[in-house]
């Protein structure tokens, strides 16, 4: 590697200068096309129907309060943690970067009472149609294109609701995303 210095600027002559000093003196250097920007919120998609479930199910006579979104690798790491190295129940099977939330395509949910309380009932008929008011916000999920933690064969995970648009977590940890306007 070579370092020249012309008027206080360095220039690196070397096939690694992308990877240790990206666009130097005007150079735009392109992300590899492999590469995917960081995941920090839930994707466009899955936050518009997150907010159309809110609607829907408030118009069932249904509050949820929506209690995760995107989650970071840490945050899953430490929600796996619950319940074998730290107190509390396990709530999850997968560490970070295993989990759809890492890649803002999962929302959890819970019901809210009258009362204000949180609860996470199956069971519980609060709009008194007959039916469990969990099972109306699910079935208004799945319509929406949401997958139902619920479904699953082994881990079953009652409060999840996601949107893999076709994406396993292998190609989301590969750094392939579903575009902003897909549909799921």
Do not use: C
């Amino acid at each position: 590697m070579m370092l020249a210095s012309i008027a206080g600027l360095i220039i690196i002559h070397s096939p690694a200068k992308e990877r240790i000093w990206p666009g130097i003196a005007g150079e735009e250097t392109p992300a590899p096309k492999s590469a995917a920007m960081p995941v920090e919120s839930l994707h466009p998609v899955v936050s518009a129907k997150m907010m159309e479930l809110i609607r829907r199910t408030s118009k069932a006579g249904i509050t949820i309060l929506i209690t995760d979104g995107f989650r970071s690798s840490l945050e899953q790491d430490a929600l796996y943690k619950q319940g074998r190295t730290a107190k509390g129940q396990i709530v999850t099977n997968v560490k970070g970067g295993e989990s759809y939330h890492n890649y803002g395509l999962a929302i959890d949910f819970a019901l809210r009472v009258p009362n204000g309380d949180v609860i996470w009932d199956l069971d519980y008929d609060g709009n008194r149609n007959g039916e469990s008011d969990w099972m109306e916000v699910v079935a208004i999920a799945k319509s929406l294109g949401f997958a139902w933690g619920g479904d699953w064969t082994s881990f079953k995970d009652y409060p999840h609701l996601q949107m893999d648009f076709g994406y396993s977590i292998s190609e989301l940890k590969r750094g392939k995303r579903p575009p902003d306007d897909s549909q799921p």
